[in-house]
């Protein structure tokens, strides 16, 4: 009679964080730190770091379980299959109405993940787009680093802290996602098909790629060299080989200055979106149809695992202005 009557078991909704990285020794400390004030699980998957990255992701792992490492080896990068084959490891470890999201080291978010879709969004939506704060490294903080006011020694400090100017770009992906047993995440998509229904609203992200220097002149060289192996057309950042020509000049009216803590501005930008009509229908569609519709889409393959490429520690020089 007391089984009967026992109320159901409440499913606790969880967040599982996706994180491909190589070459992050610099950031990944402090990015795992970060995921792991709100994340349920951190799956990493190390495509070839020649640096202690992986070495800080299993000290992290050892100390927390909710840190999994899953595999390092120097694969040719694939925004694609990198990250389809990060969610088949780990999609069985979720459940329906749990978020998953995409995450790069170098990326910090500026609301919580669990606060946002409790805040932020209607329950009917159920794919966020994320709204990039790059922050960038200045003519001024290259001086400071060139002085010798600034060194390695610096990047044991918050990264918020070293770097506080930013720009702003409409550019979007989407970032975070509900899960549902039946969708398909096949390695010729960089997204799972019929993900659901966009938010409206864009996830802040403070986003660190060029940190210091050295950091950015080893980024443009690892860059170069993994350019080389791949198949699809990447951004013209990936083919600059000058770290120089990422420097943002302190006199740049894009230039926005942030003072950790305090708010960002916030842009709503909308183009993410369908138009009205459109944008209807597929709310109409997304409420009923997608275990159907994922039924059309083939499943990831378990040959789908990136390929493999041979692995050469670079020669990095001091080679600044």
Known sequence: ???????????????????????????????????????DSI????????DETWDIVNQFASEDRRVIPLKRETVRF?????????????????RNGDWFLRVDADEFHHIVPREFVES?????????????????????DVEEWNSGREGKKDRN???????RWFTV??????????????????????????????????IPIRHYPHRDPVQLQKRCRLRARVVQYLDNPVGHHWNETD???????????????????SELPVFRF??????????????????????????LHAAYQRGAFPDTIPSARPVLTQNYP
């Open 243 to 261: 770290w120089r020509r990422h420097i943002v000049a302190n006199n740049n009216p894009a230039l926005r200055f942030w003072n950790p803590g």
């Open 78 to 94: 694939s925004d694609t299959r990198v990250r389809a084959w990060i969610f088949d490891q780990a999609r069985s470890h979720m």
């Open 169 to 202: 770009t409409d550019y979007t992906e989407p970032r975070l996602c509900r899960y549902r047993s039946s969708m398909k995440w096949p390695a010729e998509v960089s997204f799972p098909y019929n993900a659901g229904f966009r938010a409206a609203t864009r």
């Open 1 to 39: 009679m007391a089984e009967a009557c026992a109320e159901p078991a409440i499913h606790v909704v969880r967040f599982h964080a996706l994180m491909p990285v190589r070459d992050e020794a610099d950031i990944i400390g402090q990015s795992l730190a970060h995921l792991l004030k709100w994340a």
């Open 120 to 140: 932020r969004i209607s329950r009917h939506e159920t794919v966020v787009y994320h709204q990039y704060y790059d922050f960038r490294l200045t003519s001024r």
């Open 157 to 163: 400090r918050p990264i918020e802290e070293r770097r």
């Open 270 to 295: 909308r183009d993410h979106l369908s138009r009205l009509p459109k944008r209807l229908v597929q709310r109409l569609v997304q409420a009923t149809c997608l275990p159907i519709l994922d039924r």
């Open 43 to 50: 799956y990493v998957f190390d495509t070839g770091s020649e």
